[in-house]
C-alpha cells in the first residue's frame, strides 16, 4: 500500500485517499510512520549504512546506544514482517482461485496483520520500555515531525 502510493506521488499523481504527511503529518497514524523508519532503518536486503543511520537518526536526539535499541527494534519488526509475508504467500490460493478459496485466503491475510499488528505494539511497548519514557518522547517526536514529513499513506 505505501509502494503504490509513492509510485503515484512520485510521477504526479495521487490515488484518492492518499495522505501527503508534508501536507497533512497529522493524518498518517504513528504506528504506519514507525513501520515505515523500521523498514528503513532495519538490515533490509539493501541496508544504510551505520553512519547513513545514525545521520537519519540524528534529529531525534538520542544517544548512539539508544539508536542501536531501535536499529534492533527495527530488525524485530522487519523478521516479524518477512515471516507473515512468507505465511501470506503461502496461503495464496493457486489458479484458478475459487470465491472460497479467495475468501480463505483473504481472512488469513487479515489474521496475519492483525498478528503483525499485536508484536508491533509489543515492540513499540518494550522499546519505551528500553529508552525509558522520556527519551521514547524523544523518539516519538522524531516520528511525527520528521518521518510523518516524508511518508505518503494511502489506505486500499
Known sequence: ???SAVQLIASGQAAPGTIDGAKNPELIPDNVAFRVMFLMISDGTAPMSRSARLGYMEKAFLTEKQVDIVIDAANHYRIVTNAATRKGVQAKPK???T???ES???AEWSRL???V???LAGILRALETDLGQ???GKLLHFVRTKVKAETTYGKQ
Open 117 to 119: 499488528d499485536r508484536q
Open 95 to 97: 489458479a484458478p482461485v
Open 1 to 3: 500500500v505505501l509502494l
Open 134 to 136: 522520556d527519551d521514547y
Open 113 to 115: 496483520q492483525a498478528d
Open 99 to 101: 470465491k472460497e478459496a
Open 104 to 106: 480463505l485466503f483473504l
